[in-house]
Every structure is written in structure tokens, then in C-alpha cells.
């Protein structure tokens, strides 16, 4: 299972809008922003444990992997001469240079392969479990890819192991349906979310002014509160008349 998209290692993160959704990071492309976070947590992990690699184990940040053994029987073929001192490291500013971390290549499950060697201990460890996965979560209720790898290795399983009990014709038509109801599920959760965190800033709203704003405002937010109460219980009416098809 080492370095498969069966074992591997996750990190959630969420994107609180800001920079990371300026044109000049996304280029204005769907998704770009999450993508691009999804791509940058394996290289913090390895730039955090070449750190305590450097800290506690003695072992230079930039240390280059281990040269390959020579054989001394073979012919002078044009071998490789030391070029991992300079292509093998995780730079500390100018980061990585794709010869030591790499992305991993990916097919349905993916590889999760990390590529290269060098660090200490801690970062050996790290490098067991392969390519950090991102599960990372937008402001707009987008979620990176590596969630739906995770999704459908969910649904895989599930309908391995349920699709008989469950009625379905085969483990193919089992796996579409919960997938389907899953990714449904989770994109109505994701703008839910993304609502809750806007609606909690409310309170924020006004200035630090002794209050006198945040009165003002208050009665507004009162009057907001009500309605919604008031739109909800209308909602709830129509569908109690069967009026909501």
C-alpha cells in the first residue's frame, strides 16, 4: 500500500476568500484557487520536517540524497557525478525545485509518489506515506481534486461490500449511485458552510465607535432575522400543502 492513494496521509483546509481569489493567483480559471493550495501542503510537510530534520537530527535543510552505488564492474557508461548537492533539496526561499518533492502522477487512484530522497530521519518517515493529500475546501463551496479521490475511494468500498443487500444489479450501477448522492451531499454542505461563516460575521459589522453604529445596525439585523424566520415558516407551509414540486 506505500505511496498508493489507500494510505496516505490528508490535510483539510479551507480558503477564508482574500488573496488567494485575486486574478493575478487564479488567472481567473475555476477552481485555480484551490488547485494551487492543494498542490502546496506536501511541500510545507517536507520544508517542516527537512526543519526539524536541521533542528533535532543535526541534518542540513539542503542535504542531497545519497549518491547511487558504483559498480565497479561495469563499463564507463555516462553515469551520474554528484548533480543531487545542487538539483536534490527543497530550497528554504526560493522552494521546491521538482528533482526532491514531486507532485506524484497521478492516474484514477493515483500514485501518490514522492521522488528524490535526502533529509533525516523525520523526513524518511514522511516520505513512507507518499504525496500529502489536500483536501482542500473553497469559499464558493469548490473542493479540491483530492476530495473526490477520497469520495470515490469511499463509494468504491461501499458498494464492494453493500451493492448486493442494497438491491443494485452490479457493484458498477451501486458505486455511481452513492458517489452521485455523496457529491450532493457534500456540495449542498460546502455552500451551507460557506453561508454560516457569512452569516456569523454579522455580528462583526460597524466600527469600534462606542457602539453607536453596531445599534443602528443591530435593528437591522433584527429586522433580517425575522424575515428569514418569517420566509422559513412560509416555505414550511407549502410544502406541508404538497405546493413545493
Not at 520536517?49 to 555516462?78: L, T
Request: negative net charge; glycine residues 16%.
Amino acid at each position: 500500500m506505500k505511496g498508493s492513494a489507500l494510505e496516505a496521509l490528508c490535510e483539510v483546509k479551507t480558503l477564508n476568500a482574500g488573496q488567494r481569489y485575486a486574478v493575478g493567483n487564479t488567472k481567473d480559471i475555476r477552481g485555480a484557487a484551490v488547485k494551487k493550495r492543494q498542490k502546496e501542503i506536501h511541500v510545507e510537510y517536507v520544508r517542516k520536517a527537512r526543519r526539524i530534520d536541521a533542528k533535532y537530527n543535526k541534518v542540513p535543510y539542503n542535504q542531497a540524497p545519497p549518491a547511487p552505488e558504483v559498480d565497479d564492474n561495469a563499463g564507463d557508461g555516462g553515469g551520474g557525478d554528484g548533480e543531487g548537492a545542487e538539483n536534490g533539496g527543497v530550497d528554504e526561499d526560493g522552494g521546491d525545485n521538482g528533482a526532491q518533492v514531486d507532485d506524484g502522477q497521478e492516474g484514477e487512484e493515483g500514485n501518490n509518489q514522492v521522488v528524490g530522497g535526502g533529509g533525516g530521519a523525520v523526513t524518511a518517515h514522511l516520505r513512507k506515506f507518499g504525496r500529502i493529500r489536500g483536501l482542500v475546501f473553497g469559499s464558493y463551496g469548490e473542493w479540491s481534486e483530492d476530495v473526490d479521490t477520497l469520495v470515490r475511494m469511499c463509494t468504491r468500498q461501499i458498494a464492494k461490500n453493500s451493492w448486493m443487500e442494497a438491491g443494485f444489479r452490479n457493484q458498477a450501477d451501486a458505486r455511481a449511485i452513492f458517489t452521485q448522492h455523496i457529491f450532493k451531499k457534500l456540495a449542498v454542505l460546502s455552500l451551507k458552510s460557506v453561508a454560516d461563516l457569512i452569516y456569523d460575521r454579522r455580528e462583526a459589522i460597524g466600527s469600534n465607535d462606542g457602539g453607536e453604529s453596531r445599534a443602528h445596525v443591530g435593528s437591522h439585523i433584527q429586522e433580517m432575522e425575522a424575515s428569514l424566520v418569517e420566509s422559513a415558516g412560509i416555505h414550511a407551509g407549502i410544502r406541508d400543502l404538497g405546493g413545493d414540486n
